[in-house]
């Protein structure tokens, strides 16, 4: 047999490469070289991301079990770039005396789940797309117990696994009935096969609820917030940005490759879920007091705005999805960047505590207003432009009622966005947080993510690359 | 490049200006400069408008300028000019440019005062330049924002509860809105976002009958259509003075223009069929905002009521369907902006010094503070209507024009409206009589003094535009009719 058509997969091996080299690289490296893992450890990934960042021509290898398409290298440097950009920000922390051991088990780690959604991404076959979905999760389990004496933190991982475990299993079952009901897991033999017999649509129904866990729809959510609220922030970030962007794609995928005849069955399905993720969400999100949870029900709400793009199924569908995914992530990061740095230099974590923020922490108050007028969908930034897009795609659809309600959502959304505004910039406090020095990796993500929320919108060649690659039903 | 865009580029680099600017002097320095610009401009353009008008050219839009922005939605940033914009970029730049001179000293933190201050004019005038559904939408959520962190940080009174009601009631109004483009687009099947392509074509009737409630409930919000103007007192009360000025002078107009030129313009059937209710809709705020306004003792409370009805009297206006009431809706646009302008100035004025805005605490200012207290008389009665000053121009146009209907329906409810007159002169001269006459109430107001220089040229520019429509109406409402006639085409079709 020839193994050389397996080289195509270029992103999978370069992320390998990097990864073992790093494992060696600590395990091997001395005390002195080992000063110098991370900006090695960052330098290698950002040549990778930028190695990897061209499209190719589609291919499938190793019988269909691999399928590759243009659109997924978009996807993947996405991802590339937030988990950049997650990895700056845990720069301090990890250079801590406590952390500094364990230093290339959280980039070991952090990078197994990026390959995990490579693979899943990537997928041609059902047993393909499990794998990469478990190399996703369970690595990332463990980076949320990463701070396993933190009592929350162990908390936090034993239910992440405990509810991934149980979410994936029966995502696995699911895909036992359709090799039950159709004798194949090939993406490329299923659509003929899928005629939309109950057995099929049970076995859709079971299959898909794995991946609503991960992208923590209602009412699959229940794991969201503690996970959140007792994860290390910048795991939190990661986990709400790239586990999720990877999800929402590969389910966008799946629906239109795979499922394409049960469109009548899903679309209402995603219409219920979508309604519902958002609505409940924001109706949370309003009486938190913690900002982590507070952000956990933000992101539930946003991955509903997402169904919006995935119920449309249309090129335009998948090209407003990536973008929002892209725009998602810019401001997402940012936000859980000044809410990560903040909560390591002086552990506050609470609304109350942003009170006068802006007195002595400017310049983190204007990333985190930038981040929070990005996702509630203000222009000129850029989250604006992502929402109209996949409103757009649903209204082309038809769903004016979703996009309606979807919109009167918004104005919730808004609401809750501006009470941390208001807290930073309005409220007065007596004794605000003090003035917390950034160093110069956190100052760099913060600056790209702000270059992204400024620009991304407003330059249209982002999108247009995009949608030139994008492909519907 | 059009230089049109330069009214959004001006207010651009303000703000850039702004950022790098360190001391009180750079930054008056940079925002006086950048708002004289925008007028000399928006004085260039209107002279343009004449010349190019005058040499035959018919265009519905002048100036036009096109760029693909978005290619796969078909969204272009295209600007392009008629009377109407003129007319709008002018008041724009008119209160722009009061509005810095009347916060000229505000504290605390002037820098990002007047930043907001800028995307807000960018905002207003992008609206007003844009041709493009998209593009227009995005510069009305661009008016918004800033509004929340300009009256929740130098506000005064409940201006958390403001800021916030206001931002979400126009964010309400914008959602409606955008499903309303969104249905126009999709339904008129275009292959344009531009209104003067969409025109062209045909949304189905069933379309319109959704989509015409929406766009106008949405453009309705900002005009301050009953029930959704409660924002409007509670946000103008609390906002500070520019943000007054701005606000009730300008974008309020957003929600009349764009009820004009997309609503009406894009869906005329069904503007036909359901004007009705939206008629009885503004009939009511125009009567109830103006009873509103007598019942009020706080001077910005019954600027913000008066407001309310006089934007309902656009509304109300636009919704007659014929040339002249819709003439005269885009006139009292511009009337009711520079005199509500000019009360929200002179009452920021009043309180920075009285620090009160009751009206039972104040008396016989007209002594202390002449110089105010007469221009609040000229605001008072440009806002009755005498004859001679910019609302009596407006408001004369509107009636006839809405009595040149012929049924009973629309003239019983233009005699309801017109009784607002009367009324309006009730709360009027009742505040003038009250707090500029009579006995000095509180004997701290003895020693106050009056207008500083900066307060006087916001004031008198404001007076000067005020007598340049009511004394010769007649340039500017020409301006006006000619851009009206393609809509009443549309609606004759």
């Known amino acids: 047999m020839d193994y050389s058509s397996f080289l195509q997969m270029h992103e999978e091996f370069s992320l390998i ?95 197994s789940t990026l390959l995990g959604m490579y693979f899943m991404i990537s997928s041609g076959n059902f047993l393909m797309f499990f794998i990469g979905l478990e190399t996703a999760s369970i ?225 983190l108050s204007f990333v985190m207003m930038l981040a929070l007028f990005s996702l509630a969908g203000i222009p000129p930034f850029a989250g604006f432009f992502s929402k109209f897009f996949v409103f757009s795609a649903a209204a082309a659809q038809g769903y004016y009622v979703l996009v309606f309600i979807a919109l009167l959502n918004t104005i919730i959304s808004l609401y809750y966005y501006l009470l941390v505004i208001k807290a930073m910039f309005l409220n007065k406090s007596e004794n605000p947080i003090e003035t917390v020095k950034s160093d110069v990796p956190l100052k760099i993500s913060f600056v790209i993510c702000t270059l992204g929320i400024l620009f991304v919108g407003l330059v249209s060649t982002v999108y247009t690359q995009i949608a030139a690659l994008s492909f519907g039903m | 490049m059009n230089f049109l865009s330069l009214f959004v580029l001006i207010p651009a680099l303000m703000m850039m200006g702004l950022f790098v600017s360190n001391s009180r002097k750079q930054i008056q320095f940079v925002v006086a400069t950048g ?80 930043l907001w201050y800028s995307l807000l004019s960018i905002g207003v005038y992008g609206f007003f330049i844009s041709t493009d559904l998209f593009t227009m939408f995005m510069y009305y959520e661009i008016a918004l924002i800033p509004m929340y962190l300009l009256i929740g940080v130098w506000g005064s009174g409940r201006k958390e509860y403001g800021a916030m009601k206001l931002t979400l009631m126009l964010m309400g109004g914008s959602a409606l ?15 344009s976002m531009n209104i003067l392509e969409i025109a062209k074509l045909h949304i189905p009737i069933e379309l319109q009958r959704y989509f015409f409630p929406l766009t106008f409930m949405g453009f309705g919000v900002l005009g301050a259509l009953f029930p959704f103007h409660t924002w409007s007192p509670d946000g103008h009360a609390s906002a500070p003075t520019a943000v007054s000025m701005l606000h009730a002078g300008v974008l309020m107009k957003l929600g009349g223009y764009g009820a004009f030129r997309v609503a009406i313009y894009l869906m005329p059937d069904a503007a036909k069929e359901m004007s009705w209710f939206f008629l009885i809709l503004t009939g009511i705020s125009v009567v109830y905002g103006a009873f509103a306004a007598i019942r009020q003792t706080d001077l910005k409370y019954i600027n913000a009521y008066s407001s309310v009805s006089h934007c309902g009297l656009v509304l109300f206006a636009i919704l007659m369907l014929n040339e002249t009431a819709m003439t005269g809706a885009i006139l009292q646009m511009l009337s009711h902006g520079l005199m509500t302008a000019l009360f929200f100035a002179l009452i920021g004025m009043i309180y920075g010094r009285t620090h009160t805005r009751l009206i039972t605490e104040m008396g016989g200012l007209m002594k202390i503070l ?21 609302g009596f121009v407006a408001e004369m146009t509107i009636f006839v024009g809405s009595f040149q209907h012929t049924d009973t329906f629309h003239r019983v409810l233009t005699i309801v409206a017109i009784t607002s007159i009367v009324i309006t002169a009730v709360y009027i001269l009742r505040v003038v009589g009250k707090i500029l006459f009579g006995a000095v109430q509180d004997a701290h107001h003895e020693h106050l003094t009056d207008a500083t220089w900066y307060e006087r040229l916001s004031v008198v520019t404001l007076i000067i535009a005020i007598f340049a429509i009511g004394s010769a109406p007649f340039w500017i409402s020409g301006l006006i009719h000619d851009s009206v006639i393609p809509v009443i085409g549309q609606l004759a079709k």
């Open chain 1, 17 to 111: 490469v990097v990864m073992i080299f790093l494992l060696v690289y600590d395990i091997f490296a001395g005390e002195k070289a080992l000063k110098y893992f991370q900006p090695v450890a960052l330098l290698l990934l950002t040549a990778h991301t930028i190695i990897n960042c061209v499209p190719r021509d589609a291919f499938s290898i190793a019988g269909g079990m691999f399928q590759y398409v243009p659109m997924q290298t978009y996807v993947k440097s996405i991802l590339n770039v937030g988990t950049i950009i997650v990895l700056l920000q845990a720069h301090k922390f990890l250079n801590e005396d406590a952390n500094r051991i364990k230093r290339g088990e959280f980039y070991f780690l952090t990078l």
């Open chain 1, 139 to 363: 690595p990332m389990a463990t980076l949320v117990a990463f701070d396993k004496y933190n009592r929350k933190s162990a908390e936090a991982g034993a239910k992440y696994i405990l509810s991934a475990v149980f979410a994936s299993s029966i995502s696995v079952f699911g895909m036992s009935l359709i090799y039950g009901s159709t004798g194949t897991l090939y993406f490329s033999d299923l659509p003929t096969l899928i005629t939309g017999t109950p057995l099929q649509i049970m076995a859709f129904v079971f299959f898909a609820v794995g991946l609503f866990f991960k992208i923590s729809l209602v009412p699959f959510h229940l794991w969201t917030p503690d996970v959140y609220e007792g994860a290390q922030t910048n795991i939190t970030s990661y986990l709400s940005v790239i586990s999720k962007g990877s999800a929402v794609f590969v389910l966008f995928t799946l629906l239109i490759k795979v499922f394409g005849n049960l469109v009548n069955q899903w679309q209402p399905i995603l219409y219920g879920l979508a309604v519902v993720s958002i609505t409940v969400a924001n109706v949370f999100a309003i009486r938190q007091q913690n900002l982590k949870r507070f952000l956990a029900f933000s992101s539930i709400s946003q991955a509903g705005y997402i169904l919006l793009a995935i119920i449309s199924g249309s090129a335009m569908g998948m090209a407003s999805l990536v973008y929002y995914v892209l725009v998602y992530m810019f401001s997402n990061l940012a936000a859980f960047g000044v809410i990560s740095v903040i909560e390591e230099r002086t552990g506050k974590v609470k609304m109350d505590d942003y009170n006068g923020l802006y007195q002595t922490n400017p310049r």
């Open chain 2, 35 to 114: 708002a004289s610009l925008l007028m000399i401009l928006s004085g260039i353009i209107t002279y343009m408008y004449f010349i190019e008008r005058a040499a035959g050219n018919a265009a519905t839009m002048l100036f036009t300028a096109d760029t693909v922005w978005y290619a796969p939605f078909n969204i272009h940033y295209s600007v392009g000019i008629d009377g109407i914009s003129v007319a709008m970029l002018l008041l724009t730049s008119v209160i722009v440019f009061t509005g810095v001179f009347a916060s000229w000293k505000i504290d605390p933190l002037p820098k990002e005062f007047f």
């Open chain 2, 177 to 191: 809105l955008l499903v309303g483009i969104l249905g126009i687009y999709y339904g008129s099947g275009a292959t």
């Open chain 2, 370 to 390: 002449p110089f105010l207290g007469v221009s609040y008389v000229i605001a008072g009665l440009a806002s009755l209507g005498l004859p001679s000053l910019s």
